[in-house]
């Protein structure tokens, strides 16, 4: 197996906005709701690694599902390799790998049932993500509109889970904070199968904007979470228990998801020009822009925190 395969596998473009991001709002939570003193942090570290893990494990179920489909997507374009089309790697190494991860997370997550009892329920509701979108069998990641219902909770899962191994308590302000992160970072996921749409469509893949491709998808799901960041004000205010510091936390959510609404209409417009005139440099152009998503989401990552920190009197 080629190494270049590993970075593949890791594919940090993903794993940062969306686990990494997770990792950082579980952190300043869990110092929120426990204290560092308080807060058992080398629990906090090993389901960081096991969620961190079980994301790995997501892209190579992913690679594998989507194999025929990689064949005619434009790798150049979007600056993605792809180790089982390029010969890097085979399906049965992908395997191998993926039954050691597996048994690693397993082990993990029953060290960490010693000390906190509702784990496995937890892992279990990982690996039902991880499986039921990204293996074979299972495929949701070829139904419509799956990424918009699916991708804003992986962030809340990994977020209410570390912060639970951490300090034991089931942290309502990590589910919000976690949910609006989750959000923004969905903005861009929606805009990658924009981007896909016809290498997607070219291999059987049903996914929303192949079903309803005239639709703006990446520009209604910016509004969504516009929407429910602002919905989100009152029931931050209430964990918070105080009204200016919760408007603050949306006000930034609200901001960084306008700018991914706007990034995303420009995709959307791409996309129609793409459908109806000889585009060529359409995969190349959306991704640039999806990769300034992405950057977006990770400011809004850092941001939130910095206020969580700054106005909390964590410091």
């Not at 079980?54 to 690679?63: E, G, P």
């Not at 150049?76 to 085979?90: C, I, K, M, N």
């Not at 469509?201 to 209604?220: A, D, M, Y």
Request: aromatic letters at 14%.
């Amino acid at each position: 197996m080629d190494p270049r395969t590993l970075l593949r596998i890791l594919r940090i473009e993903g794993l940062i906005p969306f686990t990494g991001s997770a990792i950082l709002i579980g952190f300043v939570v869990t110092l929120w709701e426990g204290g560092f003193e308080a807060a058992s942090w080398s629990l906090f570290i090993i389901a960081a690694i096991a969620a961190l893990l079980i994301h790995m494990d997501a892209h190579i179920w992913n690679d594998i599902m989507d194999l025929e489909i990689d064949r005619r997507e434009k790798s150049r374009e979007t600056g993605r390799d792809r180790p089982l089309v390029y010969g890097w790697a085979t399906v049965a190494d992908y395997r191998r790998m993926s039954a050691i991860i597996t048994i690693l997370v397993v082990f993990l997550a029953a060290y960490l049932t010693i000390y906190r009892f509702f784990i496995p329920v937890l892992f279990i509701i990982g690996f039902i993500f991880d499986y039921g979108y990204n293996h074979p069998r299972f495929a949701l990641a070829h139904e419509p509109f799956t990424e918009w219902y699916i991708f804003p909770w992986l962030v809340v899962a990994v977020t209410v889970t570390i912060v639970y191994a951490a300090t034991g308590m089931f942290s309502l302000l990590a589910f919000i904070l976690s949910l609006l992160n989750g959000l923004t970072g969905t903005c861009f996921v929606v805009s990658m199968m924009r981007r896909d749409v016809n290498s997607d469509r070219l291999g059987g893949k049903c996914t929303s904007s192949v079903r309803f491709p005239e639709l703006p998808h990446s520009t209604i799901f910016g509004i969504i979470t516009m929407f429910v960041s602002v919905l989100m004000i009152y029931p931050l205010a209430l964990v918070l228990g105080n009204f200016g510091f919760a408007y603050i936390l949306v006000l930034a959510t609200a901001i960084i998801a306008g700018i991914n609404t706007v990034l995303g209409a420009r995709i959307d417009q791409f996309c129609t020009r793409a459908m109806y005139s000889v585009f060529p440099d359409f995969e190349a152009k959306a991704n640039k822009l999806m990769l300034q998503q992405v950057g977006a989401t990770m400011v809004h990552a850092v941001a939130i925190n910095i206020i969580l920190v700054v106005f909390g009197g964590i410091v």
